[in-house]
């Protein structure tokens, strides 16, 4: 085979699984648009205590989520907040310092940043009094009904974990900001529900709510993972435990704001998503409580980490194809529509629900500069796991003010 026949076939090739993807976006905007489900909450009779965790490693607006929390619409006397801090940062320091006498703040620090976020929130745990985990990260400033919302899906035994959603602040800031927050959004509007209905959420990290004796039980945080997240949520589902997914429950957060920040985040998001996968690939795929359907699904949730790679190199072969003009670059542009239109459709379903509609215009835009940039970047990742070099822990950059 010829050079030119091998980039024609990538080309071609590359199309199916493109084109199967968003044809999944595309069913999935418009089941959940017509659908659009609510979760009914019943209101609380009583008010178990709550640990409110938030790691914070040189984050110097850890000061505006700790005032959030401390006005939560939650009886005082029934919730505490932990701050793991591990930062270096004087300004940082100076800023937890604030609440080291406060009744119901708790800062404590290690020697050293051994496990990185998952050796702080393990180290924490023991310091940790309430009956339900709520985490945040650093960044997140969560409404006054969060606690309430969270705590009533405890209710049910079998619920081990309740996923709340993601809000952006500064969704608009530029360009990379939009990309960033699309990126989340979508996700969240568009395959955490599906996954929800077949019983298969996992942990986006922050916003999460965890039954501290479930989560005691499965073992804690596992040190050192780049998606210690994804990683404790694979563990939990496979020892039979119930995760469930709330919209309604929702807070607010940083986008990442800068190419060097969007990149690192998403490098570290796909590399640690198979580094979890393949260590809990054994235990999903034995696993006595998950059905046929769940594992099935789960593995093509991990499977979408690869798009990107069929993206770059769809996109470089065509580009060589057009430069010896063997495939013009006016053929080329035709089967956008087809190939993002599933994405672009749920992103207009995604800012809608948001109310940034008028964003629409300027998110397609900046999918399209900024997709081939991840997609670049998220092909390095993947190689680089396959190849069994370890990837740098990369804390993405927050806005001080």
Partial sequence: MDLTSLLTNIYLLSFIPSIGLSFFYYFLSVTLALSKPKKEI???????????????????????????????????????????????????????????????VNVVR???????????LNNIMKYSKGEIIVLFDSDFIPPKDFLKRAVAHFKDPNVAVVQGRWRFFNIDENMVSIFAGLSVLSYQYLVYPAKDMIGTPLLSGSAVVFRKDAMEKVGGWTPYMKAEDMELGLRIIANGYKIVFDPELAAHCQAPFSVSSLVKQQMRWTYGGLEAFKARADDILKSKYLTPLQKAFLSFIVSLNFNYMLILFQLLAGLTL??????PFGQMWWIIPILGGGYFA???YALTNEGHSRLAPKGILSTLLMGVVISAANTYAILRFFSGRELPWYVTKKHRA
Avoid: W
Wanted: hydrophobic share 35%; net charge negative.
């Fill in 42 to 104: 019943e209101p609380l009779s009583n008010y178990p205590f709550v640990t409110i965790q938030i790691p914070v490693y040189n984050d110097a607006v850890i000061g505006k989520s700790i005032e959030a929390c401390l006005n939560m619409d939650y009886p005082k006397n029934r919730y505490e907040i932990i701050v793991a801090d591990d930062s270096t940062d004087p300004e940082v320091l100076n800023e937890t310092n604030k609440y080291e006498s406060h009744p119901r």
């Fill in 346 to 348: 749920g992103i207009s």
């Fill in 322 to 327: 057009g430069i010896l003009n063997i495939l």
């Fill in 110 to 120: 290690r020697k050293d940043r051994s496990g990185f976020k998952a050796g702080a």
